[in-house]
């Protein structure tokens, strides 16, 4: 093995080996380095020549683009607005969003937005939700009008100690929502929210699913409560969910975390007016300033814009004071339409299900714990029981009210028909 004062020396001496055509595993052996190095020496001295063997800088041959000042000034200020804003998001896509609306140019990129809320110690832990792991076999809903969910936060409290809840109803495919306070979690004021304040704005859908919550105010031997004649009566199909199952309405679920760190977590009420006026600068901003949406698939960044460009395919609700259609004791007297009301449900060990508290076989061809649907059609009065799209048996449903004519009708396919 040789010695070398240098390492340009030793790499010298390799190519002079090599070129004398001494193999390079011996070459290697004699100046002390592998094979490898070997090789790399010999074909840069092959491909530059002397100036091959001199060590080349290591710094990056493309430099980042320098975001100009005013940019990074702006995005700050903008985050500053956003932060100001109790019900505002703060995020690089809010920033760009609010950059983008008062004609901002040049439009910096998200990741340029990111790393100068980094630079500047702007930003905040990213706390990741945890989520059931369970895929349920969801239809994906791009348009408005198709699907609402509907949930109640129930059981909270004002700052003097009184009891209220909050109505969430969310558009599934714009991503729309509205929020309605009350002090008891009745089925008319569940009612008096879908009329007044969700269906004027979200329209009126083919679907409205709930969780198991609405299914406890059916009562056996009344259950078309107000809430389902609503709905049977303007076209909309009723969706409930299976008992404690999460999930299939994590849409609304999402919009119930969201509504409540933008306002009981972070402001205080005292009374349900002041309550009812936070939520609704809340949901006007969710609706009009959050940019949810994919502007290249939806046109738009926000489920307002999105609604609006849709009104004329949309259902509304008519000129119909509702208070003309109830009875003296303020019961709705809106007549049952025809309609499907249908329920989710896992097969119990006894190959039945429970609908309306009452039990219904199950063929013993359908396992154990499989989902099935079941769904009540007031036209011919049947309760059809389907599993993975498959009509697997049908049973007589009676109803003693009259059907009549709803003001829309409802669709020809149920929404969770292929389960």
């Given amino acids: 093995m040789e010695a070398f004062g240098s390492e340009l020396e030793r790499r010298e001496r390799a190519v002079e080996l090599v070129g004398e055509g001494v193999p390079k595993a011996e070459v290697a052996r004699r100046v002390d380095r592998s094979r490898e190095w070997v090789h790399k020496w010999w074909r840069r001295w092959s491909s530059d020549g002397p ?16 975001t100009p000042l005013e940019v990074g000034v702006r995005v700050l200020e903008v985050r500053d607005a956003l932060e100001a804003n109790p019900v505002a998001n703060v995020g690089s896509l809010s920033i760009l969003a609010s950059l983008e609306r008062e004609g901002f140019s040049p439009l910096p990129s998200v990741s340029t937005i990111e790393r100068i809320l980094r630079r500047a110690g702007r930003t905040q832990p990213y706390r990741r939700r945890q989520r059931s792991g369970i ?8 348009g408005p009008g198709i699907w609402h969910q509907a949930d109640w936060i129930q059981d909270r409290y004002l700052t003097g100690g009184i009891k209220f809840h909050s109505l969430q109803i969310s558009d599934v495919g714009s991503h729309g ?29 083919q679907a409205l699913g709930t969780d198991n ?9 009344n259950p078309w409560t107000e809430w389902t004649r609503l709905c049977l009566f303007f076209g909309t199909e ?4 299976p008992p404690g199952e999460l999930g299939w309405t994590n849409h609304v679920e999402a919009v119930n975390e969201l509504w409540q760190s933008r306002t009981i977590r972070t402001r205080h009420f005292s009374t349900l007016d002041e309550l009812r006026t936070g939520s609704e600068q809340a949901c006007w901003w969710f609706n009009h300033h959050r940019p949810i949406l994919d502007p290249t698939v939806h046109g738009t960044r926000y489920p307002a814009e999105y609604i609006a460009a849709h009104t004329d395919q949309l259902r509304w609700p008519p000129d119909i004071n509702l208070a003309d259609h109830r ?16 329920h989710l449900r896992h097969v119990n060990n006894d190959h039945t299900i429970n609908v309306t508290h009452t039990t219904w076989p199950v063929p013993p061809t359908i396992p154990t714990g499989a989902l099935v649907t079941a769904t009540i059609t007031t036209t011919d009065q049947t309760l059809t029981i389907r599993h993975r799209g498959e009509p697997i048996t049908t049973h007589p449903y009676p109803i003693r009210d009259p059907i009549t004519t709803g003001y829309y009708p409802p669709a020809n396919h149920g929404l969770l028909d292929h389960i």
């Fill in 327 to 342: 009875d003296q004791k303020g019961r709705l007297t809106l007549g049952l339409a025809p309609g499907r009301v249908t």
């Fill in 135 to 142: 895929r349920l076999p969801l239809p994906v809903i791009t």
């Fill in 177 to 205: 929502i509205t929020a309605t306070q009350y002090q008891h979690r009745y089925v008319r004021n569940a009612v008096d929210a879908l009329w007044k304040r969700t269906w004027p704005f979200l329209s009126i859908p």
């Fill in 51 to 66: 100036d091959g063997l001199v060590d080349q800088s290591r710094a990056r041959h493309r430099q980042d683009r320098v």
């Fill in 238 to 241: 009723v969706i409930i969910s």
């Fill in 213 to 221: 919550a609405f299914a406890h105010t059916t009562h056996k031997n």
